[in-house]
């Protein structure tokens, strides 16, 4: 083996470890040293595509392709980041020819079919997961995927049927275990169970597949009662995740205080040219696991709102356009107040984003919990907008977080003291923007859904400006595409056994209970 294959070797083990920092300094050296290596420019470019730089993803991606043309592996990556960065022709016409030059490339179709289902064209997603499945019916992504899709539209019968295929093809896709947990309702001696059981301590898996499994028990034990034992387990899940984590919660302290600090003389006067083509923005925010999603369904079951789900687009032009080195830039901010062109910018580059839904509906829900970071930047972006905050019992939300593993951007949620501190400078900035802006933020608390239901219910469409219809309170029936842990809770009459749920867990989550 050749100096060059030995280090392309290492890089790749290094990057399977997650080490993409470590992999992106020693890249950089091998390009230098070997820039014809296109293999390389993949391996870079996808480790700051998992570290959450798109941006300088894209540009190594689109230097690859320039090198190679026709490179499949390089094409593929560059339709991912433009798929993830809202460039949605670009990506599916790159997806297209890279299925024209090879019909056989089973990652195009699959990731396809990821495109379709970010813009919620459920049928179209899973007919391209089918097109991939007859290339390679045994292939666990493409199965997973499947799964994924039909959970999103509330067939869970499916949904679970293409997990357990995932897993017969590849035991160790354990998120395939957790999406089966999040479907059903588990009872004493169920099989799904006593496999997990079983292959938690007889498999080798590496933590990423452990912890999977480890929340995907726990709530199989929660739904039989075995308390302690889900406990038990879900303290184990937490800290292998929270090990795998770089985050400082002390980052986010100081980032909250400057929100505020930036937003401490707030100005709503209208800064931009009026745009008779855009839609009516809902954005309905709050803590993970809040309501939101009960809330959307509650409002897009209105004829006339187009629920679009947790859009990143607004976090991703903060990040893009507002911070410097992860601080918000005063000057950046003044420039929002004062400069038309650069707020026209930045409304355009959100409004362009949601075009990828296509739809004819007036109002279009954004349902992203952590925008409520970011109140300020829309009161100023979209002062006619309707802010919906969704809030809970502070130790049912926080449990319902610490119980529940989110694919990213939740990093706070893995350790209780750190979840505790975030849950209360989430307090401190709501507060602060209900009192910047009094009466424009409508506080939708999820124990008065569930005790007033109807009443509370005609409260939000009232607040959204919209006319009444009785679908609102039928909600359950909403045939809207769920893309979030909620998919089953919220397809669901209201229930009350959902208040109060921390409290037979309070006895073993010492941290939660004293703190909140």
């Given at each position: ?5 030995n ?6 083990n ?43 993803a ?7 392709h ?11 990556n560059?339709a ?18 890279i ?18 289902r970010?813009?919620?064209e ?14 390679d ?28 295929k ?7 896709f ?13 009872e ?42 889900s406990?038990?387990n ?24 400057q ?20 839609k ?11 309501g ?26 903060v ?9 918000f ?9 004062e ?15 949601l ?27 979209f ?43 989430y307090?401190?900035?709501m ?18 859904i ?21 679908n ?5 029936e ?5 893309k ?9 009459p ?23």
């Amino acid at each position: 083996m050749s100096n060059v294959e030995n280090d392309i070797k290492i890089l790749l083990n290094l990057f399977n470890s997650g080490k993409f920092d470590l992999v992106i300094n020693k890249t950089k050296k091998l390009i230098k040293k070997y820039p014809q290596y296109l293999i390389l420019y993949n391996i870079l470019g996808s480790a700051y595509q998992n570290n959450g730089n798109l941006g300088l993803a894209k540009e190594i991606f689109i230097e690859g392709h320039k090198m190679d043309p026709n490179n499949i592996a390089i094409m593929n990556n560059l339709a991912n980041v433009y798929k993830n960065t809202g460039k949605i022709e670009l990506s599916e016409n790159l997806f297209k020819r890279i299925i024209d030059q090879n019909p056989n490339y089973i990652n195009a179709y699959i990731n396809y079919g990821n495109l379709k289902r970010d813009n919620n064209e459920f049928e179209l997603a899973i007919k391209s997961y089918k097109k991939a499945l007859k290339i390679d019916e045994k292939n666990p992504v493409a199965l997973y995927s499947l799964a994924l899709a039909y959970q999103g539209l509330g067939e869970f019968n499916l949904a679970i049927e293409f997990a357990k295929k995932t897993l017969l093809n590849d035991p160790k896709f354990t998120q395939a275990d957790m999406l089966i947990s999040q479907s059903q309702k588990y009872e004493i001696g169920n099989e799904h169970y006593e496999n997990m059981n079983l292959k938690v301590h007889s498999l080798e898996l590496n933590e990423n597949q452990k912890t999977n499994l480890f929340f995907a028990i726990a709530k199989a034990e929660e739904d039989m009662n075995l308390i302690e034992k889900s406990s038990k387990n879900l303290i184990i899940a937490n800290a292998n995740r929270r090990k795998s984590l770089n985050f400082n919660i002390d980052e986010e302290v100081n980032f909250f205080n400057q929100i505020k600090k930036r937003f401490k003389n707030p100005n709503t006067t209208k800064n931009y040219n009026e745009n008779i083509g855009e839609k009516k923005m809902i954005f309905i925010l709050g803590m993970p696991r809040s309501g939101t999603s009960l809330v959307e369904q509650i409002i897009t079951s209105h004829s006339n709102v187009f629920g679009a789900g947790e859009l990143p687009q607004l976090s991703r032009i903060v990040n893009s356009k507002l911070l410097t080195d992860k601080d918000f830039s005063e000057k950046k901010i003044n420039n929002l107040y004062e400069n038309s062109f650069f707020t026209n910018e930045l409304r355009i580059e959100y409004f362009s984003y949601l075009k990828r839904f296509n739809t004819t509906k007036n109002f279009i829900t954004d349902k992203a919990p952590l925008n409520f970071r970011w109140i300020g930047i829309i009161k100023i972006l979209f002062p006619d907008s309707i802010i919906i905050h969704c809030s809970r019992n502070p130790k049912d939300n926080c449990f319902s977080i610490f119980k529940n593993f989110f694919e990213g951007g939740m990093d706070f949620g893995y350790d209780q003291n750190e979840l505790v501190t975030y849950y209360k400078i989430y307090l401190d900035l709501m507060n602060f923007w209900n009192d910047k802006y009094p009466d424009s933020i409508f506080e939708a608390k999820y124990e008065r859904i569930i005790d007033d239901t109807e009443n509370q219910i005609k409260k939000i469409i009232k607040f959204c400006n919209l006319n009444w219809e009785e679908n609102c309170l039928k909600f359950y029936e909403n045939k809207s595409p769920i893309k979030t842990l909620s998919t089953a809770q919220a397809r669901k009459p209201i229930y009350k056994s959902s208040k109060n749920t921390f409290k037979k867990f309070a006895p073993f989550m010492d941290t939660l209970n004293k703190l909140i």
